[in-house]
């Protein structure tokens, strides 16, 4: 069997029960112009216990289905956010 595939990347959105929103970036060369760009994919990925938080580095790993969009889990998360903003939101109120 193949090898599952692995990304890295920032979590945009937690805002579903148990679903984080992950962005990713690739470098890819154009095959015309042959100059270097940013390429980014939005993958939803499984988050049993909602440890990631918006702003979070973390590690996606490829398994079965969760839902009709859910491909990914949440492998480890690698780096934490300093601040988010949205806590920092709710404590001034």
């Known amino acids: ?3 599952r595939k ?3 990347g920032i ?4 805002k579903m029960e148990k679903t984080i929103i ?3 970036v690739r470098l890819s060369k154009h ?3 042959s100059r270097i760009r940013k390429l980014y994919n ?3 990925a499984h988050d049993e216990k909602k440890e990631a938080k918006v702003g979070d580095v973390v590690k996606i790993v490829e ?3 969760f839902s009709k969009d859910k491909r990914f889990r949440l492998l480890e998360i690698s780096k934490k956010a300093k601040i988010p903003e949205l806590e920092l939101k709710d ?3």
């Open 91 to 93: 404590k001034h109120k």
């Open 1 to 3: 069997m193949g090898k």
């Open 42 to 44: 939005k993958f939803k």
């Open 11 to 14: 979590v945009v959105s937690d």
């Open 63 to 65: 398994t079965r289905p």
């Open 22 to 24: 992950v962005k990713t």
């Open 31 to 33: 095959p015309k112009y």
């Open 6 to 8: 692995e990304f890295s």
